[in-house]
């Protein structure tokens, strides 16, 4: 009888951000100091740096940590089984690397379709959605909306249901998931806006 196969219960960014949020609050690494390299962390664990970079992220939107561009990654708090939810949520939520690559892989070749299979008026619609973001970018409005029906008519102009509700399916993912809601503030942090 052949066995059955399970996925993963963790992402090893999870697992990775699980093991050295536990070894902070253990007292390996007190508040303060520094962590390891990405480098050295990525060798420990037999990861990519990637996988990495995620795991500090998420621990940094925890408020475990801090990301100092050049300087490395610093302990803030020591962190407590009794965290919010919220905090635990990030640690069981899809990565927001994860959801960048879907996207990048499915809506470069989306977009390819769509340029062999759109009609006149899936163009006219695109067309308008992009003057909507422009006049919304001129008036400061960073809201995603254009952005999500943008992508939407640009999957329907496929005239494929199927890549439709997949890229419906991976913006329900990013509205629904904690942890790209806070990449999404962390980076607006770090850029000014």
């Known amino acids: 009888m052949e066995k059955a196969i399970v996925p993963p219960?963790?992402?090893?960014?999870?697992e990775i951000g699980d093991d050295l949020r536990a070894q902070i609050a253990q007292g390996r690494y007190p508040v303060g100091s520094r962590l390891p390299p990405e480098r050295h962390i990525a060798e420990t664990y037999g990861v990519s740096r990637t996988i990495v970079r995620e795991a500090l992220l998420m621990l940094e939107l925890q408020g475990t940590v801090d990301i100092r561009q050049g300087s490395g990654v610093y302990v803030m708090r020591i962190p407590h089984e009794n965290d919010s939810e919220e905090e635990q949520l990030l640690s069981s939520d899809v990565g927001p690397f994860e959801i960048l690559q879907a996207r990048q892989l499915l809506e470069s070749n989306i977009a390819a379709f769509a340029a062999k299979m759109a009609t006149r008026a899936d163009i006219d619609n695109l067309k308008r959605i992009i003057e909507q973001e422009q006049r919304a970018i001129a008036l400061n409005d960073t809201a995603q909306d254009n952005a999500r029906l943008f992508h939407l008519v640009l999957a329907g102009a496929t005239q494929?249901?199927?890549?439709?509700?997949?890229?419906?399916?991976?913006?329900l993912q990013m509205d629904s998931s904690p942890l790209w809601q806070q990449f999404n503030v962390h980076i607006a942090s770090r850029a000014g806006g």
């Open 160 to 171: 494929n249901q199927m890549l439709l509700a997949t890229v419906e399916r991976i913006w």
């Open 9 to 14: 219960e963790k992402k090893p960014y999870q």
